[in-house]
């Protein structure tokens, strides 16, 4: 009878192909209600952040390193828009989730993340790894890490302020771009940055720092790409690394880190296995690719961070000009999966109020 | 007692004597809406059983997020209404000049343009890098602060105020011509006729055409998502994409879509109440232009002569026309750069248009679908059997949408489906079903109307002769009905190819739509990119338009508006 | 014989009862004041509404059960006899072919049919192109072809000018002889009945009856 009905109403278009291609949905919907769609066996689908994967990133070395080592496999890269989007869209997915690897994590998320059941213990050996603090998790593996920093223009400022409370001071001119906490792991770190520094009365800092805010992005790359560098605001939430990479590649000294009296957070990025996924001896291999020396060597300009392990003398010559941090800060994990709902209310509050 | 049992299975036998039960459709079109609204609808409510109300609802966000959807609604309705009243007047006291009627034919284009196209058409007028802000710069002022509530209220006004002088043009052209006569010949001044021939037609208007608009400014969600700019000016829509895509807490997603979905039946039960003439703008789209000509000549009488009032027209108009082209041209202008070409031939671009482009389709396939199963149940009920209510009461059913608005059925479809499948692969059949939806209340607006005028005409013919079912359909029903099914297939279409709602939720890089990506391009700030996607959408949904109602409709004039 | 038995219904306040008895060749037209329910009696018998209790009967066998198409009936409208987005000969096909499937030979049949009420060659021609009186014509073939025995008329002419009224009551009058149906025509003009030769029905106190004379 639905097919009579179906006739009735489609008749009139008199499309024969309109009609079979209908049917053809139908089928088409059939088919892809089946559970988790994982790609052939020999495709590792890793999620993780634009910047990763694009040309000048570290993934297309990784990538040729990596498949070149493991024989006929091949490593998809699946660029979400942004750092803390792959959480979100692995927890949207939930068990039918296509990826094998998440990478583009930090440490800031790893409670939360262990939290969703959706993660696999990594099985990669992390004890050889040089990190400012001592590793203890079974489950992510480290791949790179840096200070957030306020990176600015010295063309645009003489002289950036050296602390926060000459931030929310500085004159009218002076203003920041920033990423949004919900979506991106600067951004989360700058919330969390402020909550080490300020405790209590971080609520109160942040709408004092409202009128020095532009504007709040939704990941790292529009921040600093389209809007930093084409002049649009003096300053932007980026890492102290930052200004390595136009040092050596560009050869400017034009943009600089600001080293804040209060210290710098410290953020550790981490890569981690699937659960659901049915490829985990190669997802294993990958990490234990990846705290290599050959894959870590792409990461200081790459990513523009430090790498996880000495190598010695191959850190880039400009990486010595960088600032170092007064102080380390950073609040553990499970501190943070406690409170973090609360704290973005907070930041939304103290945004959205006038 | 033989006879009137006799007489009961007569009266059976009678009703049983057709071809095609009449409630058929219209019993498959309700329970596909049904099923697809309400389904949704309980799985939300499922989950907010666990929700804890108190604190739910005292949480300082949740109250400002809808505090500030109902002010920037308000807002922007007085805004638009406003500026729309002084333009009507305008116009229709200016029954000729150059121009007049591409003016008007642009003021219903707002109801064809994507909503993303034209919002970068504004801030590429606008916003921090536009003409508005260079021009400012060379005169060594600082830039505007254009995103938040100026840029959400500059964008309604720039869709609703169109809108709105049609309607207010419409109902002003209507006034008999002998009214005019009358007031010439009792030497009325301007200030009497306003107060009492003009203000009591618009006044007539207003309430239905205010609530309308509030709706619509209330309820949307490209406008704010762009133009937003952070936590500051959100509303209800967007905050619920946001907890949903930016924190997975479903729980306040669940808690927003209860309040959006209350504030919207509200909003409904209230439009009830002022039953509008419902031109507003759909099966009078095809008619205005021929009205516009004629009835120019109805108020020959009472033009605008002296040198203040055609001052004041000239402002009225040159501004309202000034404020909706900007944009426009700013468009058509940075479309075409250095980026124009390596976009067009994009992977990403060539994908995101085919799927536009199947969504579309479908969508209004599915939409003229259910439309027509609707309206043929509805037309018996009406006429045959003479329940005019309960024929309401079905098209009611297609206008589900409005109490659901599609934000808050996305998330249910997705409450409904993630324990199921993954979501993201299906996106574009939800896309399509949303979508649908969404273009359903528009198309039985465009299609009842002619449905129910050419079958009482000729109800009794038909029923002496027999033509029914498949023939009635084709021989009578077809013919006659073509060109408005054209006319809703190309505007459900068009509306399904440059809606940004469902596909935000549910798009990924796996599938994107055009407006999707134009979004994605505008929020990377590469603006040359979003401009050549803002381009290539606004000329695909314009094709999609023109060629459907060609090919549905068949020759003769091509009504575009 | 077409017999009405207590036939009842009831609109509003107003409550219909009809018994009465029709010969099968004969000629009837009915006639009262408007709004007495000339058209309610019609769309009983044709088949628009059903009763309330009652019997309709042709020769003994109950219409009740049948929709208007099956019954046998033609109905000449006042308005609306024609759609207008169809030429003049498939108006008349839909007459004895509602999905418009026709051998060849009917269309000729159709011809001739139009050529008998003097519309010769107007087969292509669509119903915008035509007078009132010629567009009432057409309906009147159609009626011809379709050869019920029962003719009812809703004022079929009162829409036209007095000479072509004259020369339909002509018409009507010939195809009444072709083929002596029943027919029942509600009319205002006592005149048309006069030249109908008819019987009068009196539609009085939601009752009919037959006058005599």
């Given amino acids: 009878m639905i097919m009579t009905v179906l006739r009735n109403w489609l008749s009139p278009l008199k499309y024969q192909g309109l009609r079979h291609s209908l049917q053809g949905l139908t089928l088409a919907i059939a088919a892809s209600f089946s559970l988790g769609t994982h790609a052939e066996d020999n495709v590792l689908t890793v999620y993780t ?306 | 007692m033989a006879g009137i049992l006799v007489g009961q299975i007569s009266r059976l036998q009678y009703s049983l004597n057709r071809t095609w039960p009449w409630w058929s459709g219209g019993v498959v079109a309700l329970v596909v809406i049904m099923a697809l609204t309400i389904a949704p609808l309980v799985s939300m409510l499922v989950e907010a059983g666990t929700i804890d109300w108190k604190t739910a609802l005292s949480d300082t966000y949740t109250q400002r997020v809808v505090w500030f959807s109902l002010y920037q609604a308000l807002l922007s309705t007085l805004l638009s209404l406003g500026c729309a009243i002084p333009v009507a007047l305008a116009l229709a006291h200016s029954p000729s000049f150059h121009g007049r009627r591409f003016l008007v034919t642009l003021f219903s284009l707002s109801l064809v343009i994507p909503t993303i196209v034209a919002i970068y058409g504004i801030v590429a007028v606008y916003g921090r890098t536009g003409w508005l802000s260079r021009a400012r710069e060379i005169i060594d002022l600082e830039p505007l602060s254009f995103y938040g509530l100026s840029g959400i209220l500059i964008a309604h006004v720039f869709f609703n105020m169109p809108l709105a002088t049609r309607v207010m043009l419409t109902s002003l052209e209507s006034i008999p011509q002998s009214n005019w006569r009358l007031a010439r010949q009792l030497g009325m001044s301007s200030l009497s006729i306003w107060r009492f021939i003009e203000w009591p037609v618009l006044r007539g208007q207003l309430a ?93 009488t009472a033009l605008w002569d002296s040198r203040w009032q055609k001052l004041a027209s000239l402002m009225f108009i040159t501004a309202a026309s000034l404020f909706v082209i900007a944009p426009l041209m700013a468009l058509l202008i940075s479309s075409v750069n250095s980026s124009t070409l390596s976009v067009i031939t994009d992977s990403t671009t060539l994908r995101a248009i085919a799927n536009t482009c199947i969504a579309a389709l479908f969508s209004a396939v599915f939409a003229i679908g259910l439309a027509l199963g609707l309206l043929v149940s509805a037309r018996h009920l009406r006429i045959r059997l003479q329940y005019s209510r309960s024929g309401q009461w079905l098209q009611l059913a297609g206008n589900m949408i ?67 079912g498949f023939s009635r359909w084709r021989h009578i029903d077809w013919p006659q009905l073509r060109k408005p099914i054209a006319l809703a297939t190309a505007f459900a279409a068009t509306l399904s190819a440059g809606d940004l709602g469902a596909i935000a939720l549910f798009g990924s890089e796996r599938v994107t739509t055009l407006p999707l990506l134009l979004y994605q391009r505008m929020g990377s700030y590469r603006m040359e990119e979003a401009a050549v996607t803002a381009g290539l959408l606004l000329l695909l949904c314009l094709t999609l338009f023109i060629v459907l109602q060609r090919l549905i409709g068949g020759k003769n004039r091509v009504v575009i508006t | 014989m077409l017999s009405l038995h207590n036939v009842r219904l009831s609109y509003d306040d107003r409550h219909w009862d009809f018994t009465i008895t029709l010969h099968t060749h004969g000629i009837y037209a009915l006639m009262g004041r408007s709004g007495s329910g000339k058209s309610t009696f019609l769309n009983l018998i044709g088949g628009f509404v059903l009763p309330e209790s009652g019997a309709i009967q042709w020769n003994e066998q109950s219409l009740l059960p049948l929709q208007p198409a099956q019954r046998p009936i033609t109905t000449l409208f006042q308005r609306h006899n024609l759609f207008g987005h169809l030429p003049v000969w498939k108006n008349i096909a839909l007459g004895i072919a509602p999905d418009l499937k026709l051998p060849k030979s009917t269309r000729q049949q159709i011809s001739q049919v139009l050529r008998s009420v003097g519309l010769a060659n107007f087969d292509n021609k669509k119903p915008a192109q035509l007078s009132g009186g010629e567009q009432q014509r057409v309906a009147l073939a159609r009626c011809l072809l379709r050869r019920k025995p029962v003719l009812l008329l809703d004022e079929p002419f009162s829409a036209l000018d007095s000479t072509t009224r004259t020369e339909m009551i002509t018409l009507l009058k010939e195809l009444i002889t072709q083929y002596k149906p029943c027919v029942i025509m509600i009319t205002h003009d006592q005149s048309d009945a006069d030249a109908m030769g008819a019987s009068i029905l009196d539609m009085k106190n939601d009752n009919v009856s037959l006058r005599n004379t």
């Fill in chain 1, 49 to 354: 952040y634009e910047s990763f994967t694009a040309e000048w990133g570290p993934g297309p070395a990784i990538k040729e390193g990596f498949e070149k080592q493991c024989g006929n496999c091949t490593i998809d890269f699946v660029a979400l828009d942004s750092s803390a989007g792959i959480l979100n869209r692995v927890q949207l997915e939930g068990e039918n989730t296509r990826a094998d690897v998440v990478l583009g994590l930090d440490t800031n998320l790893m409670a939360i993340a262990e939290d969703t059941g959706l993660l696999a213990p990594s099985g990669v050996n992390t004890s050889a790894l040089q990190l400012p603090i001592d590793w203890e998790s079974d489950t992510f593996v480290p791949f790179d890490y840096g200070y957030f920093a306020f990176v600015y223009d010295t063309e645009a400022l003489a002289s950036a302020p050296k602390s926060f409370e000459a931030l929310i001071n500085a004159p009218e001119n002076v203003k920041i771009i920033i990423q949004d906490p919900r979506t991106s792991t600067p951004g989360l770190g700058l919330l969390l940055w402020m909550k080490a520094v300020y405790g209590d009365e971080a609520a109160e800092k942040w709408a004092a720092l409202q009128p020095r805010i532009l504007t709040v992005t939704k990941g790292w790359s529009e921040a600093y790409f389209s809007l930093f560098l084409n002049g649009e605001a003096p300053m932007v939430l980026s890492y102290s690394t930052s200004p390595g990479y136009h040092m050596e590649i560009d050869k400017t000294d034009r943009y600089q880190a600001a080293a804040f009296e209060e210290g710098h957070y410290l953020q550790v990025e981490v890569a981690a296995l699937l659960e659901s996924s049915p490829k985990k001896a190669l997802g294993q291999q990958f990490l234990n690719y990846l705290i290599d020396r050959e894959a870590q060597l792409s990461i200081p300009l790459g990513n523009v961070m430090f790498p996880v392990i000495d190598l010695e003398n191959s850190l880039p010559p400009s990486f010595s000009k960088l600032i170092e941090p007064a102080s380390t800060l950073l609040i553990p994990a499970e501190e943070i999966r406690d409170n973090r709902k609360q704290w973005i209310d907070e930041w939304l509050e103290s945004s959205s109020a006038r």
């Fill in chain 2, 208 to 300: 239905g055409l205010a609530l309308l608009v509030f709706t619509l400014c209330f309820t949307s969600f490209a406008i704010v998502m762009t133009l937003g700019g952070g936590p500051r000016a959100t509303t209800i829509e967007v905050a619920i994409y946001q907890s949903l895509r930016f924190d997975f807490d479903i729980p306040m997603a669940v808690t927003l879509a209860c309040l959006q979905l209350g504030i919207c039946l509200f909003l409904t039960l209230l439009s009830t109440l002022f039953k509008t003439d419902s031109d507003i703008g759909f099966e009078n789209v095809t008619e205005l232009t021929k009205n516009t000509a004629s009835s120019s000549l109805l108020i020959n």
């Fill in chain 2, 402 to 468: 409005l109490i659901i608005p599609p934000v808050v059925l996305g998330t249910g479809l997705f409450l409904l489906l993630r324990p199921y499948a993954d979501v993201f692969s299906i996106a574009l059949l939800l896309v399509i079903v949303i979508n649908s939806l969404m273009a359903l209340p528009f198309v039985l607006r465009i299609m009842d109307a002619p449905m129910m005028r050419t079958a009482e005409q000729h109800d009794k013919l038909i029923r002496s002769l027999g033509v029914q």
